[in-house]
């Protein structure tokens, strides 16, 4: 009963470096998220994808790329981590979005990431 | 714009006393209302929702939520805090964007219950 799992939990980046968050699911979910978690800022939407090959730019987009190649999976690509990522991520997904949807959402674990 | 708020950072409550977080909603249409609770180093974890139907809606763990559209508020409660309740509450609606229903998450709020 894996749910959402994230990888990987901790990582310790050096400005510049790049990197990719791992994301999977294994219920068949169509809509798959990242956010980002900061003290006082709540969640942040940063990317969503409603099904494979389908993605869009949530709130805070800028410094990361997501694809969405099979229903299960949705990394998340930091291309040149600045410390301004330093965050914790969360992966997050749900049945199938349609209009007026009260679906639930399901978290990972999270991953900590610090930009150095 | 469409949006949730959660006006206080931080509720403090004893043992054995009612606790309640608040949380409005600024949505067009009928709002989808979530919420969810993140212990320590953890994920969130969904805790209640309310579609439609009965204001008063029950959750895991003895909690309940109580939707009132003319405050547009749907606050989060229970009768006997537990000093394990003690965690990151967060309020979320689904805002209608591209198509799809996206979820946004209010700031969320710190409850602390004390011995």
């Known amino acids: 009963n894996a749910g959402v799992t994230q990888t990987p939990k901790f990582q310790v980046l050096k400005t510049g470096q790049s990197m990719t968050l791992q994301c999977a699911q294994d219920m068949n979910h169509e809509y798959m998220s990242w956010y980002r978690q900061d003290p006082g800022m709540g969640l942040r939407l940063i990317h969503y994808s409603v099904g494979a090959g389908i993605t869009d730019q949530g709130e805070v987009p800028n410094g990361y790329n997501v694809s969405r190649s099979t229903t299960e999976d949705f990394p998340l690509r930091l291309l040149s981590a600045a410390p301004s990522q330093t965050s914790v991520y969360f992966c997050?997904?749900?049945?199938?979005?349609?209009?007026?949807?009260?679906?639930?959402?399901?978290f990972g674990e999270g991953s900590w990431l610090t930009v150095v | 714009a469409q949006s949730v708020a959660q006006p206080e950072d931080q509720v403090n409550v004893a043992e054995g006393n009612p606790l309640t977080v608040k949380c409005t909603y600024s949505v067009s249409g009928n709002p989808y209302l979530f919420w969810y609770v993140q212990y320590p180093n953890r994920g969130l974890q969904f805790l209640l929702k309310y579609i439609t139907g009965d204001n008063l809606v029950k959750g895991s763990y003895g909690f309940e939520a109580e939707f009132n559209k003319s405050q547009t508020s749907f606050h989060l409660k229970k009768p006997s805090a537990l000093v394990s309740d003690s965690a990151l509450y967060f309020c979320?609606?689904?805002?209608?964007?591209?198509?799809?229903?996206?979820?946004?998450f209010g700031r969320g709020t710190s409850l602390i219950v004390h011995p």
């Open positions: 997050a997904s749900g049945p199938s979005d349609g209009v007026g949807s009260g679906n639930t959402i399901y």
């Open positions: 979320a609606v689904r805002v209608l964007s591209g198509g799809s229903y996206i979820p946004t």
